[in-house]
């Protein structure tokens, strides 16, 4: 599968674009092609049964997930479907069965390819049967019955001959655990049917037509807000067009082509400024919010979050740029929401201790000078601006670094398969005098490194791992037996991050981990 | 030996190459500088070397049609003309002449209906007429996969490029390792235990612990040999991992597992708390070493259960083997490059680059030895 798959199942997304709709009346007229078709091509081997087709209609899973399942079919099975064929299959099994917003919520890291998740946790049992290979959230996207879980563990072992034997596996009775209680769980813990999904399919359709406030976040670089305009297409999909700014004030655009599965799971195709970027979001139950994350199309690791609101939505302060303002000082505050008032008179604060000036006002944002008292109490500070609430941070020192993630990983790379690099990010907080610790969001940083552990010290990883950029992101070396290493060996390492924050004079350091490991050579959409 | 042989002269190359399709290297047009050890290994993606261990010379490259990207086991047949090679992702075994590359043994595992891997294991009776495989069959039915039971079948070596196997019974799951008993009437299967089977019968004659062995205060043990290197000693030897309990924590060991194939005495003895890890090791002609090997050179104290020495090595290798004479350690598996380090002061003497330098990954490293 390797990259290609990654290709194919852009391809796969973008191709999908061009298929059929999926609300209402057209809806109903791609449900009955991806029907016809599905049974088409697929009944030759899963042969008609009660109502449905073996195996597939015993299963739900995310659009992703089947996407999988089709090129899985084409890899192993020899399934050649043309790209619409193929697309609209996917599209009626995601709509018909997949999952619903509660049920791919604790995996939805993995759909958002968020680097360094934590995953979900399924038990001690699960974890060594499932998670020696997979992540657990890609088990816990998938819906299906026992006797089905069994079979799926029957095709591992068919497939896979190696998993009786490599590490976790050789050190118990795999097939007698995988064949006999393993599969009565997982049946039990994601059952094939669910109230969740009955109550989802039976929810009404949400056009997400309008016009939308965003912002994304940008880990190591300058967020950005704006405003995007939600078309629906003939066919059911959308396009979304982007008007931007970062928070210097650069501004751009982008457009964006974007499918809703399941009613809810937004995959977009995007181009915004000269980057192409995937949309990973979900809609909101009511159809008025819109979050997930996005990413860069070649490098899903580089990416950050989005939040889209209705333009008629109440009042809501999504963002305030920067979090925080240190006593004594003058800076730009950007607030960004619904509701903020446009008028020149309308209310604005930002709380006690803070004079604002030069304000410019828009529908969805408003800009300040603001200028904060030197001897100004360090402490949270309510925003108001019409009738929205926001907050803001007044503060006399940076007391603490976290580096975030604190555990990271990033992967050498070149050739078949590119680097992961892995960003960091230097988040502060200054401790009140209660002693409470209170955030103050990401400040710039110098990044460094050094050995983890004596041994990662013998062997140098520091010198041999990467290197970080200016903007806390570590770029690791090339891939490859190394023969200025011992026994040649790959430009792995063991290190921690350092941090050092300017505050001041000072500077206040914080420490991560970072493992810089080998590629990952199968790279499929969810791990 | 001598069909090997014939291979130093370079007319006889060429000839064999124009008439069945084979490679030659131009090493093998070098004459056979003295008698001394053969070794024998495969290479990505078809590729089957014959190495002239004195002169540090391929004698032979030999294209292997219907690998398909690699050569897993390697067995010699006892007259050590044949190579009986686990190919085509464990679903064939083949038998290579040595001497000619011609293909003389072919049994494809899988049906249309049933895909059949072998995981590494398979062995061959003294007499060379009988191979035994270790099946692991799976039934492909057209929307699922029904796991079938494991099972030895024994395929009659003169039963050409279609062997069919002519009598198969019941084997354990997650079997690794075969090796033949020197009397021909039993096996020894290496998996979660050591089984002992009737060659003729299938009858389980008995069954030692590995998952179940007996040292005190000892976890379970951790063992995954896969290739049945018993050359020259007749004894198999492998690295077994363990933590030993002890008040103030666990602490892990390797030790040493020795099977002799003729008495069959079995022993456990750990040598050193873990180190470095080893994946393969092998006995010296006299018995009083072992050699294992991964990304250092391991030379162990067999009688007194201690390591002797270790050195570094210039990148992963896999596979261990040792000289008729005991004097030199070969090593291979994992790139292309096949080592020959001093028995006794672990100390490099040579490395041979294959040529076209392909991967040897998890190929047997075999040794004939000259006679």
Redesign the interface.
Known sequence: MSIGFVKNWTLVAGALLLGMGCHSTAQAAAHASGENLMRAYCSGCHQEHAGGLERISAIRKTPEGWIMTLVRMRQVHGLVLGEEVRDSIVRYLADTQGLAPAESAAGRFALERRPNAKDVDLGPDIGVMCGRCHSLARVSLQRRDADEWRKLAATHVGQWTSIEYSASGRDRPWWQIASGPQPDKLGSMFPFSSTAWRDWQARPARDLSGAWVVVGRVPGGKDFYGTARIDREAGGDYQAHYKLADIAGFEFAGDSKAIVYTGYEWRGSAQVGDRALREVYAVSEDGNRITGRWFDADHAEEGGEWIAIRETGPAEVLAVFPQSLRAGSTATVTLVGNGLGAAAASPLSFGAATVATHVQREAHRIRALVKVAPDAAPGLRTVSAGGALGRLVVYTQIDQIDVVPGYAIARVGGGRIDPVTAQFEAIASTRLPGGELLGLGPVEAEWTTSAFDAEAKRTEDEKFAGHFDKRGRFLPSPAGPNPAREFSGDNVGNLTVLAHAPDGKHTVEGRGHLVVTVQRWITPPIY | MSLVRSLGARPACVAIALSLGLLCNAAAARPLAAAGDLLVTGAKPDRLFVIDAATRTVRAEHRVAGANGQIFTIVISPDQRIAYLLVDR?ERILGIDLASGREVFRADLSASDE?V?D?FALTVTPDGRELVVYE?P?Q?K??????EEPRFAVYRTDAGLAAKPVRSYPAP??V?LMLMRPNGLSFYAVG?DLYEYDVKTGKLLGTRGI?KWALADHS?P?L?AFWPVTEPTGVFTSPVYSEIKKSDGNVPMTALMSLNLKSGALSYADFEPLSALIFSTVLSPDKKHAYGVY?TLTSIDVEGHRLEKRV?????FYAVNVASDGREIYIGGA?CDVGFYDASSLEKRAILKLPGCSDQTLSTLRVIHDR
């Open positions: 464990m895909r891997k995981f692991l799976t492909l057209p929307s699922e996969y029904i796991v799951r997650r690794h979660f998952q379970q951790d995954l990304t570094p090595l210039d990148h992963t790139n």
